[in-house]
Nanobody, 124 residues
């Protein structure tokens, strides 16, 4: 079992950048496929991006492709989400999630482990 804790959220102006981190404990992130999701008020949780357990494959939602990048640091047991060119519509609570030894899934129900979320607010 793995425990996940997100950090790095905050308030940023449109066009700015933020870097979210997801720290894992209990198991190494290299044994999990990791996903990032977000949920805005009144909306369903949506897939942002994910990295396979091998680190070879990454997948992004069309809405963030070219702006967001997922990376993993096995030594620190963390997964990061670099967010550039932020837009007001990126405002949401961002969650990291993990699933065991499987490919990236875009549905939240495919992930067994979740962090508590971190708020990202982008002002116009």
């Amino acid at each position: 079992q793995v425990q996940l804790v997100e950090s790095g959220g905050g308030l940023v102006q449109a066009g700015g950048s933020l870097r979210l981190s997801c720290a894992a404990s209990g198991r190494t992130v290299s044994t999990y496929t990791m996903g990032w999701f977000r949920q805005a008020p009144g909306k369903e949780r949506e897939f942002v991006g994910g990295m396979s357990w091998s680190g070879v494959s990454t997948t992004y939602a069309d809405s963030v492709k070219g702006r967001f990048t997922i990376s993993r640091d096995n030594a620190k047991n963390t997964v990061s989400l670099q967010m550039n060119s932020l837009k007001p519509e990126d405002t949401a609570v961002y969650y990291c999630a993990a699933r065991v030894n499987m490919g990236v899934a875009t549905t939240s129900t495919a992930y067994a482990y979740w962090g508590q979320g971190t708020q990202v607010t982008v002002s116009s």
